[in-house]
């Protein structure tokens, strides 16, 4: 066999196992890559979840501190600050639908413990703690798989192929307390 034909039959099965090896590295790279896609989707939804949990918050405390001032300027008109004229036995008549309001609903708070105004706040603070935890674990989840996927762009020999095939590195999701300790709004 003469020299020139083995110098092409190395040059052909080096550009074979080139070859072989960018598609290897092009299938890791797109196995990470949606790795990393679906881990950036769930923190995102977390995150949504989490601002449409602050949302309905903002909207029940704005409902709630409504119906309290409706409550109390409703129960002011019905007292109308002032006594109402005549002796003791027309007044005491006279407020009793008062009384009987402050009574129904203390046999309401006896019947249903569960309705004391602090019980829906707990566990209203329980809910956006979930989620703050939620969203936290999401975003570490996603940081890591950034991370894994960057180390790979960068280490030997992937870095070769990973430019040419079109990948490049993602950045971290950053918090706002990061962007709070770099004095950054």
Do not use: C, W
Not at 6 to 16: E, H, K, N, P, Q
């Amino acid at each position: 066999m003469p020299k020139r034909n083995r110098y092409v039959i190395l040059l052909v099965l080096v550009l074979l196992l080139v070859y072989l090896f960018s598609r290897r590295a092009n299938n890791i790279f797109v196995e990470e890559q949606h790795l990393l896609y679906m881990a950036s989707g769930l923190l995102e939804l977390e995150v949504r979840r989490r601002n449409d949990l602050l949302m309905r918050a903002r909207a029940a405390v704005k409902r709630y501190n409504d119906l309290e001032e409706k409550i109390i300027t409703n129960l002011v008109t019905k007292n109308s600050l002032n006594m109402p004229p005549g002796n003791n036995t027309v007044r005491l008549e006279k407020t009793n639908p008062l009384f009987e309001l402050l009574s129904e609903i203390d046999s309401v708070k006896e019947q249903y413990p569960a309705l004391k105004s602090k019980g829906p706040y707990l566990a209203l603070m329980e809910d956006m703690q979930a989620s703050g935890f939620r969203v936290t674990n999401a975003r570490m989840a996603y940081n890591v798989k950034v991370n894994e996927f960057n180390t790979l762009l960068n280490v030997f020999p992937y870095k070769l192929v990973a430019g040419p095939l079109g990948f490049h590195a993602h950045p971290f999701y950053e918090g706002s307390g990061e962007k709070l300790l770099r004095n950054e709004n």
